[in-house]
């Protein structure tokens, strides 16, 4: 029970080298740069991730738990500022104020010790460490237990949850979808009580304007979903929570194949009633990379895996990382016949999948993701682009001891074509100990990098990443 310091070696994966936490904040525009960043890249390159400051039990630390940091760079004319903050909501506040812990985390939850919550606090953290999303010209951090917190853009300043004028009564996903055509922003939440899952959608103003119970049988971690211009996808796949099982001494997120899999498909302003259910392969999704209306069918695309290792965040022992490392997959969902035709798009390990957000809810050609290393949980070596006209899979891998994060594409100024852009991304060369930010086309991203940030400080890996354009 302790503070966590800040780089120091930790018998916990997730605290332990380029995953330990950092303590300072910075911002500087003193940094070297190799190569030139393109005058045509304007707008700010956003990470979130886990970054502890004080944990219950660093043997029990899981690194969902991590105190939210964000690190982002704002590119203006050539030219790269760094800054990094903590996201500072109620919680993070309480812990700094009393200088140790008081939320002890989800794997620490059946401990007997006496909780350190004052009366009126939240249970739980609003951690805000998991993504991004930008809509009505408000950048939001998010957790998906919790509200979407707003975050102020260059200064990122934590301005704290909404619940949308008391419209938000349920969890909010980390992955919401932004349909730019038409201006709205789709979202959901999942809870260990009935109903297990709730939908809303927000209009163009920022307005919370619909929301509808979705019935499922059992209380599920429902990462992601999907949306086209027409239909919002759930995804009722088996990884189940179970707080019984918890006690019990088991896990409270599992693998359970036994129950299937199977996709919901309702009209975007649909009620429960309104779900078609489609059955399925079983298997996992953590994330999605986009869907789409083709005709009579509706395409998903996404990483799939045979199996998933929430729990253990794939650093389990036994754990068969080819089984629960993820990879492209297809599924047509034909509503008039209802058959569903799936199929793998790509061999290459992948997680972390993006495409261009501009296109997002409608039909794309092109998929990026994050390359897995087969070898080492949660570690990417690479980014990949797939070509859904070619059926071709390209890849650019960092080099030996060299990992990344996710990839986030960024439109260049003036562009018109889907993959008129730049990949973004931080990579970490552990035998160095030396942090990046790497620029790469997007037109051919197996030429490396056009330009390398070397980074004034180190990065920790983190979770997703986000991009918000400036003209």
């Avoid at 401990?111 to 606090?121: K, L, V």
């Avoid at 957790?143 to 938000?168: A, N």
């Avoid at 790497?438 to 180190?458: E, H, K, L, W």
Wanted: some cysteine; hydrophobic content about 35%; aromatic content about 10%.
């Amino acid at each position: 029970m302790a503070t966590v310091h800040a780089g120091a070696p930790s018998t916990n994966f997730f605290l332990d080298g380029n995953f330990s936490p950092v303590a300072e904040e910075r911002d500087t525009e003193e940094m070297l740069i190799v190569g030139a960043i393109p005058e045509d890249l304007k707008g700010h390159f956003l990470r979130v991730g886990p970054n502890p400051v004080h944990v219950f039990s660093e043997e029990a630390y899981h690194t969902f738990d991590g105190d939210g940091m964000i690190h982002a760079i704002e590119f203006r004319g050539g030219k790269a500022r760094y800054r990094n903050r903590f996201i500072e909501n109620e919680g993070f506040e309480l812990e700094q104020e009393r200088g140790d812990w008081v939320y002890k985390g989800m794997k620490s939850l059946m401990d007997p010790t006496p909780s350190r919550i004052p009366e009126g606090a939240p249970s739980s953290k609003n951690l805000a460490n998991t993504a991004f999303t930008y809509h009505n010209n408000t950048l939001y951090a998010l957790h998906e237990p919790s509200q979407p917190t707003i975050i102020s853009l260059p200064d990122l300043d934590t301005q704290g949850p909404t619940d949308f004028d008391g419209k938000l009564t349920h969890p909010f996903t980390a992955h919401p979808k932004i349909d730019k055509k038409s201006g709205e922003m789709i979202a959901y939440g999942y809870s260990f009580q009935a109903p297990f899952v709730s939908y809303s959608v927000i209009d163009q103003h920022g307005d919370l304007v619909h929301t509808t119970p979705i019935t499922i049988p059992r209380s599920i971690f429902m990462h992601d979903f999907a949306v086209t211009e027409k239909y919002t996808l759930f995804l009722d796949f088996p990884i189940t929570l179970d707080v019984g099982r918890a006690i019990a001494g088991g896990p409270a997120v599992d693998f359970e194949p036994q129950y299937g899999s199977r996709i919901g498909v309702m009209p975007r302003f649909g009620s429960d009633e309104d779900v078609r259910w489609f059955d399925v392969e079983t298997g996992v999704v953590i994330h999605t990379a986009n869907a789409w209306d083709e005709g009579d069918e509706v395409v998903l695309q996404a990483s799939r895996s045979n199996t998933a290792d929430i729990a253990g965040a794939g650093t389990s022992e036994g754990n068969n990382l080819q089984e629960n490392q993820g990879r492209l997959h297809e599924w047509r969902i034909n509503l008039k016949t209802g058959a569903v035709i799936e199929r793998s798009l790509s061999d290459t390990p992948c997680d972390f999948t993006r495409v261009n957000d501009d296109y997002a809810c409608h039909k794309t050609r092109y998929v990026y993701a994050g390359i897995f290393n087969t070898e080492r949980a949660f570690t990417f070596d690479g980014v990949m682009k797939y070509d859904n006209q070619s059926g071709i899979t390209s890849e650019y891998i960092y080099g030996p001891n060299r990992h990344g994060g996710e990839a986030v594409f960024a439109p260049r100024v003036g562009g018109d074509l889907e993959d008129d852009g730049y990949l973004v991304c931080f990579v970490h060369d552990e035998a160095e100990n030396q942090s990046e930010c790497q620029i790469i086309d997007a037109r051919d991203i197996s030429a490396g990098p056009v330009a390398t940030i070397i980074m004034p400080c180190r990065v920790p890996y983190g979770f997703h990443a986000g991009w918000v354009g400036t003209e």
